[in-house]
């Protein structure tokens, strides 16, 4: 089939990569639209040597800038139809500005979200620094006139109010700094073996007093193969605040059994958060012998703790229709 050569440089015309064709001793023979438009002049006809830059007549491939705003990647083809009269070459012109230019935009946009994040981190660092110092103070003298202050004394409920806010204050700001490390922290490797079974164990013998508070019975079911790699200091607190939340949903008289089971890549740590979990799901129970305290930040720091570990944080429901809160965590 013989093919119109109009309606074929028409077609190439509408290419938006530039094509310019040589004959074996270098002339031009044709050149689309977008040759014509990156060159700035009409090239058919003339030597190649006085189409192109120079550099591009003697090189393979390379870069050219032939304007300030524009530049051009090309590169040579091997000879077309070698050994007939209608040998030649082909040079193949893509324009690189805008992609050059997204290039140089995301990289400012980089500097500046560094900028951001290391001074959001130094905000943080500097706030909570600046706070503990005075909630730690408070907290010490409420609980010295808490020893002094005691029922009937109409000051004894304010005191005890003051000295119980104070530590809520202090579990906050720990949380806070915690999620500042964690976000500022450089990845994680490898990691340590941890065992949840031992985690859990560990967890749960710390809050027991503020289960026996809360009037909550506190019982653990993990496989004992249970293992995860990761840093065992932020597992354990992950399971912490796990507990705590479930503790700050739980009615009194409550089961709360904390799970360790095996999934198709890992492992499923679940805390129960019925009765009053509605409404106490974005709150935490920072350890306590008095009871159970709440803050906002806990599920914040599960998360921070379940994403460095390459897991997901998520809301289920067990096989008799509760609701509980599971860790995702790769085995």
Request: negative net charge; charged residues 20%; aromatic residues 2%.
């Given at each position: 089939?013989?093919?119109?050569?109009?309606?074929?440089?028409?077609?190439?015309?509408?290419?938006?990569?530039?094509?310019?064709?040589?004959?074996?001793?270098?002339?031009?023979?044709?050149?689309?639209?977008?040759?014509?438009?990156?060159?700035?002049?009409?090239?058919?006809?003339?030597?190649?040597?006085?189409?192109?830059?120079?550099?591009?007549?003697?090189?393979?491939?390379?870069?050219?800038?032939?304007?300030?705003?524009?530049?051009?990647?090309?590169?040579?083809?091997?000879?077309?139809?070698?050994?007939?009269?209608?040998?030649?070459?082909?040079?193949?012109?893509?324009?690189?500005?805008?992609?050059?230019?997204?290039?140089?935009?995301?990289?400012?946009?980089?500097?500046a979200l560094a900028e951001l994040v290391a001074m959001k981190a130094e905000f943080t660092a500097?706030?909570?620094?600046?706070?503990?110092?005075?909630?730690?103070?408070?907290?010490?003298?409420?609980?010295?006139?808490?020893?002094?202050?005691?029922?009937?004394?109409?000051?004894?409920?304010?005191?005890?109010?003051?000295?119980?806010?104070?530590?809520?204050?202090?579990?906050?700001?720990?949380?806070?700094?915690?999620?500042?490390?964690?976000?500022?922290?450089?990845?994680?490797?490898?990691?340590?073996?941890?065992?949840?079974?031992?985690?859990?164990?560990?967890?749960?013998?710390?809050?027991?007093?503020?289960?026996?508070?809360?009037?909550?019975?506190?019982?653990?079911?993990?496989?004992?193969?249970?293992?995860?790699?990761?840093?065992?200091?932020?597992?354990?607190?992950?399971?912490?605040?796990?507990?705590?939340?479930?503790?700050?949903?739980?009615?009194?008289?409550?089961?709360?059994?904390?799970?360790?089971?095996?999934?198709?890549?890992?492992?499923?740590?679940?805390?129960?958060?019925?009765?009053?979990?509605?409404?106490?799901?974005?709150?935490?129970?920072?350890?306590?012998?008095?009871?159970?305290?709440?803050?906002?930040?806990?599920?914040?720091?599960?998360?921070?703790?379940?994403?460095?570990?390459?897991?997901?944080?998520?809301?289920?429901?067990?096989?008799?229709?509760?609701?509980?809160?599971?860790?995702?965590?790769?085995?």
């Open positions: 089939m013989t093919v119109d050569p109009e309606l074929l440089a028409a077609a190439l015309d509408q290419l938006g990569t530039g094509l310019l064709v040589t004959s074996a001793d270098g002339t031009v023979v044709a050149a689309n639209q977008a040759t014509r438009d990156l060159l700035g002049e009409q090239a058919t006809g003339k030597k190649v040597g006085d189409t192109v830059a120079a550099a591009m007549a003697a090189e393979d491939s390379g870069r050219w800038s032939p304007r300030p705003g524009l530049v051009v990647e090309w590169s040579w083809s091997g000879p077309l139809l070698p050994g007939t009269p209608h040998e030649g070459r082909c040079l193949v012109l893509r324009d690189v500005s805008h992609r050059i230019a997204d290039r140089a935009r995301l990289r400012r946009q980089n500097r500097a706030v909570s620094h600046e706070l503990r110092t005075p909630v730690t103070s408070i907290a010490a003298m409420s609980e010295l006139l808490g020893e002094e202050v005691t029922e009937p004394d109409p000051l004894a409920v304010p005191v005890a109010a003051v000295a119980r806010n104070a530590q809520r204050l202090l579990g906050l700001i720990d949380n806070v700094t915690e999620l500042a490390r964690i976000e500022n922290a450089a990845p994680a490797g490898t990691g340590e073996i941890v065992q949840l079974e031992r985690i859990v164990a560990e967890a749960l013998a710390g809050w027991t007093g503020a289960a026996k508070a809360a009037a909550v019975h506190l019982t653990a079911h993990a496989d004992p193969d249970a293992t995860v790699q990761g840093e065992r200091v932020l597992l354990r607190r992950l399971v912490d605040a796990m507990i705590g939340i479930g503790l700050a949903a739980a009615e009194p008289g409550a089961l709360l059994t904390v799970g360790v089971t095996a999934t198709g890549s890992g492992w499923r740590v679940t805390v129960p958060i019925g009765g009053r979990g509605g409404d106490r799901l974005f709150t935490s129970s920072p350890l306590t012998g008095d009871g159970v305290r709440h803050d906002s930040t806990a599920l914040m720091l599960c998360r921070a703790i379940i994403a460095r570990h390459g897991g997901r944080l998520t809301t289920d429901t067990d096989p008799e229709g509760a609701t509980v809160l599971a860790a995702h965590l790769p085995g």
